[in-house]
């Protein structure tokens, strides 16, 4: 007898919310913001303030590529969150070190974007998000995503695995770690100015764990280009970790021989660490992870080893159990 054995991602979707609803939902709004006054108080002049937070933002000419077709693999067993929610509720410290970043992210010229894809790799490439975006195979995943804080969210990124960007760089066989880079940008980006901070905002992986099934570079959220304060118009999504790996707006991807600082651990490293994988049982120094508030509802649920998604990872750390890969 064959039984089909769930993933942990895989269980049913009865509670998610379905992909159709989000989409009356926008078409519903849509109609709603066309015959409303564009709210601009407060705004430099010269931007216009979308009518929600979540909306894509004006400059991105991928608009028209969206939706995608969502990859049936990665469903998830709890409602999505609300999109309203995830866009007025940010970490993005170029824009500031508090939560409420969205409005000041929308001063953040996504076009043109260009890429550098470097290190060691047998050619340096320069590329736009565009004509990166056209060598790619786009699709859409339902994604758990995890803040070291103990919030969490639920989440259809669209976008593409980033072993295919891997495979594209061409790596050296001497390439252990992929390092990704935030702009630097202080004229719109005020957080910048926080000299404290060791700018860019970078962070890392493994060349394992860069290239395994889950890692994904992030375009666009709930079937449309990804609001800017997401991270826009590329961030990473390595759902098995916590957030602060999911590094936003990239504009390089440097390949080295040596595990990278990242911006966290500069800042407080015996809090973050380089390999910051979700578990319950390993307590951040100043509180438990044994569970998470999933931001709309409240409601506090049991955080799951590697986010729920051991049975992809976990055979990426094995013989490397005596490095902190829990913080
Ligand atoms: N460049 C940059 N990337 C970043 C951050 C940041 O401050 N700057 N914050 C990180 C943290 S701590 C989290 S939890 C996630 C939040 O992503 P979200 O705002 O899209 O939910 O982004 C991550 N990526
Ligand atoms: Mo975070």
Redesign the pocket.
């Known amino acids: 007898m064959l039984i089909k054995c769930p993933r942990g991602w895989e269980l049913p979707e009865s509670m998610a919310t379905p992909e159709t609803a989000y989409f009356n939902r926008r078409t519903l709004m849509k109609g709603l913001a066309a015959g409303s006054i564009l709210a601009a108080t407060g705004f430099p002049s010269g931007h216009v303030l979308a009518a929600k937070a979540s909306d894509p933002p004006a400059d991105d000419p991928s608009a028209k590529l969206y939706p995608f077709k969502k990859n049936e693999k990665y469903t998830i067993d709890r409602a999505l969150t609300d999109p309203e929610v995830?866009a007025t509720?940010?970490?993005?410290?170029?824009f500031g070190?508090h939560k409420e970043i969205w409005k000041d992210a929308q001063k953040l010229p996504i076009r043109p974007w260009m890429v550098t894809i470097d290190g060691l790799v047998e050619n340096k490439i320069e590329i736009s998000v565009d004509d990166l975006m056209a060598k790619m195979q786009l699709e859409e995943r339902l994604y758990r995503?995890r803040?070291?804080?103990a919030?969490a969210?639920t989440?259809p990124w669209s976008g593409f695995p980033l072993k295919v960007l891997v495979e594209f760089a061409k790596p050296l066989s001497a390439a252990k770690y992929l390092v990704m880079e935030?702009?630097t940008n202080a004229k719109v980006a005020s957080?910048q100015k926080q000299f404290w901070y060791p700018w860019?905002?970078v962070?890392g992986l493994t060349i394992e764990e860069a290239t395994n099934e889950l890692a994904f570079i992030a375009t666009g959220a709930y079937g449309k280009p990804m609001a800017k304060?997401?991270?826009s118009p590329l961030?990473?999504a390595v759902p098995w970790k916590?957030?602060?790996?999911?590094?936003?707006?990239i504009v390089r991807f440097s390949f080295a021989d040596k595990q990278p600082k990242t911006?966290?651990q500069t800042v407080q490293a015996s809090e973050y660490g380089f390999w910051a994988n979700v578990n319950p049982e390993v307590a951040h120094p100043r509180w438990s992870q044994k569970t998470e508030r999933l931001l709309g509802s409240g409601v506090r649920v049991p955080t799951l080893l590697y986010n729920g998604y051991a049975e992809a990872v976990a055979a990426l750390y094995l013989g490397k159990e005596k490095e902190p890969l829990f913080r």
């Open positions: 995830n509720y940010n970490n993005f410290y170029e070190s995503h803040c070291v804080e919030w969210m989440i935030t702009f957080g860019p905002y962070d304060q997401h991270g961030r990473l916590y957030g602060f790996k999911h590094v936003k707006s911006f966290w």
